[in-house]
């Protein structure tokens, strides 16, 4: 597995061995070994979720505020842009934002642990999302930040408006969100 840093410390890009011939590919989607050894990270994941969407449906930014997630992400089908933006006040990344395609021909994972949010925008007619957590979901600490707050300016690779949740048009601005300290 090659690792790629990003500019938040933590947040790490992943690419698995791909092992393709003219019947398909195969690769191991994860392997507590090979990513403890890769990363220097031994997550314990509790909950798989697999969401589909369509061309410009952007889901998030979402985070978890009490029992915070790390999250493990991958798009199996289709292409998304992935986005982890730093939520932690005592960072000196707090606000800062980084993203990368993830698809099903690059094969790209992000790892993503708490204290982060997490948004993604579909790209393809159709993309499916997956993503392993290291918490369960919690409605009640579930907390979602503006997709477009000029104060991080995630550069979206947008070619109209969004499709967008009811919660996620309506989310605050990082300047009047609760987030990690």
Known sequence: MNVIPTPLAGVLILEPKVFSDARGFFQESW?????????GVSPTFVQDNH?????GVLRGIHYQLVKAQ??????????????????????STFGKWTGVELSDTNHKQMWIPEGFGHAFL?????ADFQYKTTEY???THDRALRWNDPAIGIEWPLTGE?????????????ADAEVFL
């Open 51 to 55: 969401s589909r969407s369509s061309r």
């Open 162 to 174: 969004p499709i967008l949740a009811a919660r996620d048009s309506a989310a605050p601005l990082l």
């Open 70 to 91: 790390g999250k493990l992400v991958r798009c199996s089908r289709g292409a998304a842009f992935d986005v982890a933006v730093d939520l932690r006040r005592s960072s």
């Open 137 to 139: 979901w919690i409605g």
């Open 31 to 39: 392997n507590e070994r090979t990513f403890r050894d890769a990363t």
């Open 122 to 126: 579909v790209l393809t007619e159709i």
